[in-house]
């Protein structure tokens, strides 16, 4: 069995990555505690990664607690089977899911418990991909078609104190397709134990929101239920502690709950007044936090619950869009499916915090979490981050997208997932909006999708009465959703696209809210939101390329590459563009628009830098259409010939130079097109810089590239962890003499580590590449390609990348527990 004080140390609920120190833990109990000699927290949680047994198969006899599974393999979970491939262009889910495999799997682990009398023992899993099923000790306790909401089971009555207590799980792919991106297979995001008293606090159960903000005070209601799954009536107090950002306690108060009959459940209500609140926001995401504690009348703790939140006010106004306490501003937000990249659907957090920071350092303040219900450490990390989020439920009801989706399943479970994501969800301020689904079909049937919508929106506007609705319709003007009154259900209109189409919505009802749920990159598209004071913003599809939804363009093709960043986390050139339109600080960035015709193969053969050719110094006032952009200044034609330098920048004035000699200054375009100066080519370097007051350091630059001749390395951090949550991107450029990355370097590089690390994957971005992610041999794309490291214990590791006929590249990292 776990030690009993290593697991009370470590029971705040689903906050691994942000778990406190022991001393803020002992201290809290103390400011806590009552004369009562139970003072310690009963509530235990055990995080159960290590030691499962896994088979992909189905196996008769896999949920008996005898069955020999000492060959079974080894796994830690998270676990996504289906990452390791292999592609298949006859893969059962096809494109629809990146022609990687699908199928059932079933894992297997002993329990670190010996069950005592009084106790109750839950076992909660974050996501299980999908149809899984769970036995205990051979009892089949639960079954869960969906695949991304967060379950909790009961084992307490199944399991044995006279020996191993056995889980079974199986999970089940095999019916596909099921989706239309990239689901992963099996159980993909975290599991714990958690063991309480038989009187405690459900899944979901603590409710904590501002109630009102005034003079600097804030009104903190806290709404906590409780269950007693004892035999006999119980006398309830509920103790409320709040801690401040800096863990300071700020208000406490302890309210009669009454009693609770056995086998029953009470809602507990307790209402505080917390002085001097500051305000979680964008900019600085102040996060308090909660802890309550449950008490027989005698004092003795019978549960206990930490939760974080913030104090905040969002608000959407028919006729200004969007406020944040106080504050208006433009939803500037991403679409992200749930995977992330060459972890397939196992996200360690790392990825997750590297993918974040770099979509809002480019201006981005928005998450749509697309088309699912995401992790709980997903949410923690905007919490932490700033982002605020729209968290969206289904992508279809009752009519199918797919043959074997969850359509076959919204009838019997809707319900129950709709209320366990809110409840599970409900206490993260960076949640602004609830989805109640993407693209609905059954719109094209008004009674069956008026019904199915009010159904959700009960369930919603029950568990939480402080945010409001949305979903994202799709071409509502044909199934006349802003006639019939389906879209007017909704608290705030959202709609995919025809960005005009809503603007004549609102136009013709100005009490309607509106959003852009999904939107495209381009001008278009960005200009209607940005001028109309109504539109509250917008969605991009997508923050980030993903995998699947391939079919429109089939084999090889294993993503749909429409991200600000491609899978490794790094800035597209339609990143840079965006950032020029959203980010608040100047921004130049250059790149090179090319006529294909014109920038195709050298017949010279020449690779390096030829003899410089004096440009033709044009400032282009009338843009062009975009034709082929690149982010390097090294066509294949080194022959002078007509190119096109692009400018993205928020800049007033901008000036752009080849190999050091003026091009001459362009003022900001009101339209949002880039700025561009037609030149003859010629090797060496492009630069544009930012001519604004203050801002005279802020410029970009293009190099023209040599021959390659080494691998130059860099790691995202200098250090890396061991835990599943730990990973550091390491990037490869195949670089020249002067360290100039070589876009045309397709070399196929080898990565090792020595010391106390490992490889978890490699990845270069491309839409068809089909080398096994977690091979350790990936080529260049670009002159590009990216590692993942993971520590193994404390001390010093190395990564090493080779190539025939490059010098080798090395970097070094530290490493802890």
């Given at each position: 069995?776990?030690?009993?004080?290593?697991?009370?140390?470590?029971?705040?609920?689903?906050?691994?990555?942000?778990?406190?120190?022991?001393?803020?833990?002992?201290?809290?109990?103390?400011?806590?505690?009552?004369?009562?000699?139970?003072?310690?927290?009963?509530?235990?949680?055990?995080?159960?990664?290590?030691?499962?047994?896994?088979?992909?198969?189905?196996?008769?006899?896999?949920?008996?607690?005898?069955?020999?599974?000492?060959?079974?393999?080894?796994?830690?979970?998270?676990?996504?089977?289906?990452?390791?491939?292999?592609?298949?262009?006859?893969?059962?889910?096809?494109?629809?899911?990146?022609?990687?495999?699908?199928?059932?799997?079933?894992?297997?682990?002993?329990?670190?418990?010996?069950?005592?009398?009084?106790?109750?023992?839950?076992?909660?899993?974050?996501?299980?991909?999908?149809?899984?099923?769970?036995?205990?000790?051979?009892?089949?306790?639960?079954?869960?078609?969906?695949?991304?909401?967060?379950?909790?089971?009961?084992?307490?009555?199944?399991?044995?104190?006279?020996?191993?207590?056995?889980?079974?799980?199986?999970?089940?792919?095999?019916?596909a397709p099921s989706s239309r991106w990239y689901t992963?297979?099996?159980?993909?995001?975290?599991?714990?134990?958690?063991?309480?008293?038989?009187?405690?606090?459900?899944?979901?159960?603590?409710?904590?929101?501002?109630?009102?903000?005034?003079?600097?005070?804030?009104?903190?209601?806290?709404?906590?239920?409780?269950?007693?799954?004892?035999?006999?009536?119980?006398?309830?107090?509920?103790?409320?502690?709040?801690?401040?950002?800096?863990?300071?306690?700020?208000?406490?108060?302890?309210?009669?709950?009454?009693?609770?009959?056995?086998?029953?459940?009470?809602?507990?209500?307790?209402?505080?007044?917390?002085?001097?609140?500051?305000?979680?926001?964008?900019?600085?995401?102040?996060?308090?936090?909660?802890?309550?504690?449950?008490?027989?009348?005698?004092?003795?703790?019978?549960?206990?619950?930490?939760?974080?939140?913030?104090?905040?006010?969002?608000?959407?106004?028919?006729?200004?869009?969007?406020?944040?306490?106080?504050?208006?501003?433009?939803?500037?937000?991403?679409?992200?499916?749930?995977?992330?990249?060459?972890?397939?659907?196992?996200?360690?957090?790392?990825?997750?915090?590297?993918?974040?920071?770099?979509?809002?350092?480019?201006?981005?303040?928005?998450?749509?979490?697309?088309?699912?219900?995401?992790?709980?450490?997903?949410?923690?990390?905007?919490?932490?981050?700033?982002?605020?989020?729209?968290?969206?439920?289904?992508?279809?009801?009752?009519?199918?997208?797919?043959?074997?989706?969850?359509?076959?399943?919204?009838?019997?479970?809707?319900?129950?997932?709709?209320?366990?994501?809110?409840?599970?969800?409900?206490?993260?301020?960076?949640?602004?909006?609830?989805?109640?689904?993407?693209?609905?079909?059954?719109?094209?049937?008004?009674?069956?999708?008026?019904?199915?919508?009010?159904?959700?929106?009960?369930?919603?506007?029950?568990?939480?009465?402080?945010?409001?609705?949305?979903?994202?319709?799709?071409?509502?003007?044909?199934?006349?959703?802003?006639?019939?009154?389906?879209?007017?259900?909704?608290?705030?209109?959202?709609?995919?696209?025809?960005?005009?189409?809503?603007?004549?919505?609102?136009?013709?009802?100005?009490?309607?809210?509106?959003?852009?749920?999904?939107?495209?990159?381009?001008?278009?598209?960005?200009?209607?939101?940005?001028?109309?004071?109504?539109?509250?913003?917008?969605?991009?599809?997508?923050?980030?390329?993903?995998?699947?939804?391939?079919?429109?363009?089939?084999?090889?093709?294993?993503?749909?590459?429409?991200?600000?960043?491609?899978?490794?986390?790094?800035?597209?050139?339609?990143?840079?563009?965006?950032?020029?339109?959203?980010?608040?600080?100047?921004?130049?960035?250059?790149?090179?628009?090319?006529?294909?015709?014109a920038a195709g193969p050298s017949t010279d053969g020449?690779?390096?830098?030829?003899?410089?050719?004096?440009?033709?110094?044009?400032?282009?006032?009338?843009?062009?259409?975009?034709?082929?952009?690149?982010?390097?200044?090294?066509?294949?034609?080194?022959?002078?010939?007509?190119?096109?330098?692009?400018?993205?920048?928020?800049?007033?004035?901008?000036?752009?130079?080849?190999?050091?000699?003026?091009?001459?200054?362009?003022?900001?375009?009101?339209?949002?097109?880039?700025?561009?100066?037609?030149?003859?080519?010629?090797?060496?370097?492009?630069?544009?810089?930012?001519?604004?007051?203050?801002?005279?350091?802020?410029?970009?630059?293009?190099?023209?590239?040599?021959?390659?001749?080494?691998?130059?390395?860099?790691?995202?951090?200098?250090?890396?962890?061991?835990?599943?949550?730990?990973?550091?991107?390491?990037?490869?450029?195949?670089?020249?003499?002067?360290?100039?990355?070589?876009?045309?370097?397709?070399?196929?590089?080898?990565?090792?580590?020595?010391?106390?690390?490992?490889?978890?994957?490699?990845?270069?971005?491309?839409?068809?590449?089909?080398?096994?992610?977690?091979?350790?041999?990936?080529?260049?794309?670009?002159?590009?390609?990216?590692?993942?490291?993971?520590?193994?214990?404390?001390?010093?590791?190395?990564?090493?990348?080779?190539?025939?006929?490059?010098?080798?590249?090395?970097?070094?990292?530290?490493?802890?527990?």
């Amino acid at each position: 069995m776990a030690d009993l004080r290593q697991r009370r140390m470590d029971h705040a609920r689903r906050r691994r990555a942000f778990a406190r120190p022991v001393a803020a833990i002992a201290a809290l109990l103390v400011s806590l505690s009552s004369p009562s000699p139970a003072l310690a927290a009963p509530r235990a949680v055990t995080p159960l990664a290590d030691g499962w047994r896994f088979l992909q198969g189905d196996p008769e006899g896999a949920e008996s607690p005898t069955l020999n599974d000492q060959a079974w393999r080894v796994v830690s979970v998270p676990h996504d089977w289906a990452i390791a491939g292999p592609f298949d262009p006859n893969a059962r889910a096809a494109g629809e899911n990146g022609f990687l495999p699908s199928g059932v799997a079933w894992y297997r682990r002993a329990l670190p418990l010996t069950p005592q009398p009084g106790r109750r023992y839950f076992i909660e899993f974050d996501g299980i991909m999908e149809r899984s099923g769970i036995w205990v000790n051979g009892h089949h306790i639960g079954y869960r078609p969906m695949g991304y909401v967060s379950q909790r089971y009961d084992l307490t009555r199944h399991l044995r104190a006279d020996g191993q207590n056995i889980i079974a799980v199986r999970a089940d792919t095999s019916a596909a397709p099921s989706s239309r991106w990239y689901t992963g297979s099996g159980i993909y995001r975290h599991v714990r134990l958690i063991e309480t008293g038989d009187v405690h606090i459900p899944q979901g159960g603590a409710y904590v929101r501002t109630t009102g903000i005034a003079d600097n005070q804030a009104g903190i209601a806290v709404s906590t239920d409780v269950q007693n799954s004892s035999d006999k009536p119980v006398d309830i107090r509920m103790e409320v502690a709040l801690f401040d950002p800096a863990g300071r306690q700020v208000a406490q108060t302890v309210a009669s709950a009454g009693m609770i009959e056995p086998g029953r459940t009470m809602i507990a209500p307790a209402s505080l007044t917390l002085p001097h609140a500051q305000r979680w926001n964008i900019d600085k995401p102040l996060l308090y936090r909660a802890a309550i504690r449950l008490l027989t009348a005698d004092g003795a703790v019978l549960d206990d619950e930490q939760v974080r939140f913030g104090i905040r006010e969002a608000r959407f106004d028919p006729a200004t869009g969007f406020w944040l306490n106080g504050r208006n501003f433009k939803l500037k937000g991403v679409a992200l499916h749930h995977d992330g990249g060459a972890v397939g659907a196992a996200v360690p957090l790392a990825v997750w915090r590297q993918r974040l920071t770099a979509l809002k350092a480019q201006g981005v303040n928005a998450v749509r979490t697309a088309h699912n219900v995401p992790s709980p450490e997903f949410l923690d990390l905007t919490d932490e981050l700033g982002l605020v989020v729209m968290d969206e439920l289904f992508d279809q009801w009752n009519v199918a997208k797919t043959p074997e989706d969850y359509h076959l399943f919204f009838g019997d479970w809707h319900k129950r997932d709709t209320l366990d994501m809110v409840r599970r969800d409900r206490n993260h301020p960076s949640i602004i909006l609830w989805s109640a689904g993407n693209e609905i079909h059954d719109t094209a049937y008004p009674v069956q999708a008026k019904a199915a919508l009010r159904s959700i929106l009960d369930i919603i506007h029950a568990a939480d009465p402080s945010r409001p609705v949305t979903m994202a319709l799709f071409r509502p003007n044909v199934t006349k959703d802003y006639d019939n009154g389906l879209a007017d259900m909704l608290d705030v209109i959202g709609q995919n696209y025809r960005e005009n189409e809503l603007i004549a919505a609102n136009r013709q009802n100005p009490r309607r809210s509106i959003v852009g749920t999904e939107n495209a990159h381009n001008r278009v598209n960005w200009l209607p939101v940005r001028d109309y004071a109504p539109f509250s913003g917008m969605f991009l599809w997508t923050g980030v390329d993903y995998l699947g939804e391939a079919n429109r363009s089939g084999w090889p093709n294993i993503q749909n590459p429409a991200g600000l960043l491609d899978r490794t986390g790094r800035q597209k050139i339609s990143g840079m563009e965006r950032e020029s339109w959203w980010s608040d600080r100047p921004v130049v960035h250059v790149v090179r628009n090319a006529d294909p015709a014109a920038a195709g193969p050298s017949t010279d053969g020449a690779g390096g830098p030829n003899q410089p050719v004096l440009p033709t110094m044009i400032a282009v006032a009338t843009p062009k259409p975009k034709t082929a952009l690149f982010d390097d200044w090294s066509p294949a034609n080194r022959k002078p010939h007509e190119e096109t330098i692009e400018v993205y920048s928020n800049c007033q004035q901008v000036e752009a130079f080849l190999n050091g000699r003026s091009l001459g200054v362009l003022p900001i375009n009101r339209d949002a097109s880039p700025r561009r100066w037609a030149v003859q080519y010629a090797p060496g370097q492009v630069r544009a810089l930012c001519r604004d007051p203050g801002a005279a350091s802020v410029s970009d630059s293009l190099q023209t590239a040599g021959d390659p001749v080494r691998i130059d390395l860099k790691a995202d951090a200098s250090s890396v962890g061991s835990r599943f949550d730990d990973l550091v991107y390491v990037r490869a450029r195949v670089v020249d003499a002067k360290g100039v990355t070589v876009p045309s370097a397709t070399h196929r590089l080898h990565f090792a580590v020595s010391g106390k690390g490992s490889l978890v994957a490699t990845d270069n971005g491309s839409s068809v590449d089909h080398t096994p992610f977690p091979s350790s041999d990936r080529s260049a794309q670009d002159g590009l390609a990216v590692a993942l490291v993971r520590g193994n214990g404390s001390g010093r590791m190395r990564l090493t990348a080779t190539a025939p006929g490059l010098k080798a590249g090395s970097v070094d990292l530290s490493t802890t527990q």
